[in-house]
């Protein structure tokens, strides 16, 4: 499952559909190879139909070779359970958590990945989550996330926000904070707590880049929470429920476990539109070094 709703406000455009690799390769693009090469079948799209045109005439089944089943389900504002309404001075999406329940009605029975549409992962990510979740197939409330390292999650051009996690001896997730306005000042991470004021991070914190992985019964969990999180929030016109929302009361009610995978794969990403010459730089890079064709999808 590909989250690519959101509109890159910050970035200034579609930057799910940016290409930056040496054919017009987006993100995505590398995204879904190194996903076919770890064995998964399908890949879900969760966009908006204010860009739907643009998006299916790039990201066409055609475009794949066929070596991958595409199904695309949308995130809006209005897809609310039922006795809720939109307020009127809501224009944020509803959170990425939200954007997994829209595609209940297309994945029933296999356990699935959920990745950002901006974010590349690395392919040994993608072999790592897949495994996993080959081994949980059938089974219920047994979930994973490749975690990264903080200090190499960050942008050299302002904050990020980033899921920062907890661990205990058996690599089970214990807890996951959603931090904001994580950056480098004077060679010191740092990131702004809930009262505003500027915390130290240490560099080595386990976060989520929402590289996740669930078996079916989380869209049941999800469903069911939603609601009771909206009776709370939905007065709140920045109120988003995350995924870390849903993973932590699932977790803290011990309902279910998520196991923080880590692997070797180096993450990097397109935050600002000031990332994207880095982006290109390390693709590059990556082409020479063997790890991809030149020219991706033949």
């Not at 089944?61 to 809006?76: H, K, L, N, S």
């Not at 009262?195 to 240490?202: I, K, Q, T, Y």
């Not at 995924?243 to 699932?250: D, E, F, G, S, W």
């Not at 009610?253 to 539109?273: E, I, N, S």
Request: aromatic residues 12%; negative net charge; glycine residues 10%.
């Amino acid at each position: 499952m590909v989250l690519a709703a959101g509109m890159g406000s910050r970035y200034g455009s579609l930057k799910q559909m940016d290409g930056v690799g040496p054919n017009g390769e987006a993100i995505i693009d590398y995204s879904i190879y190194d996903a076919i090469r770890a064995g998964f079948g399908k890949v879900v799209f969760v966009i908006r139909h204010l860009f739907e045109k643009e998006f299916r005439e790039i990201f066409t089944p055609g475009r794949f070779g066929g070596q991958i089943e595409v199904d695309f389900v949308f995130q809006e504002l209005d897809k609310l359970p039922a006795g809720f309404t939109v307020p009127a001075e809501r224009v944020k999406p509803w959170g990425t958590n939200h954007a997994v329940m829209m595609a209940a009605g297309v994945i029933r029975e296999e356990p699935f990945a959920v990745i950002n549409a901006d974010d590349f992962y690395g392919q040994e990510a993608y072999q790592t989550i897949g495994r996993y979740l080959r081994s949980v197939a059938g089974q219920k409330n047994h979930y994973c996330m490749v975690g990264y390292e903080v200090q190499n999650t960050l942008s050299d051009f302002g904050a990020v926000s980033r899921g920062v996690c907890g661990v205990d001896a058996n690599n089970n997730l214990t807890s996951m904070v959603e931090r904001t306005s994580i950056e480098r000042i004077n060679g010191k991470i740092v990131f702004k707590d809930e009262n505003g004021e500027m915390r130290p991070l240490d560099g080595k914190a386990p976060v989520s880049m929402n590289m996740f992985g669930f078996t079916p019964d989380y869209f049941d969990y999800s469903e069911k929470y939603f609601s009771s999180y909206l009776k709370d929030n939905i007065d709140n016109p920045k109120s988003e429920f995350y995924i870390p929302t849903m993973v932590n009361k699932l977790v803290n009610d011990g309902t279910a476990q998520m196991r923080v995978l880590h692997c070797p794969a180096q993450w990097f990403g397109v935050t600002y539109k000031e990332d994207r010459p880095a982006v290109v730089e390390r693709i590059r890079k990556l082409i020479a070094a063997g790890n991809y064709p030149e020219k991706l999808w033949k």
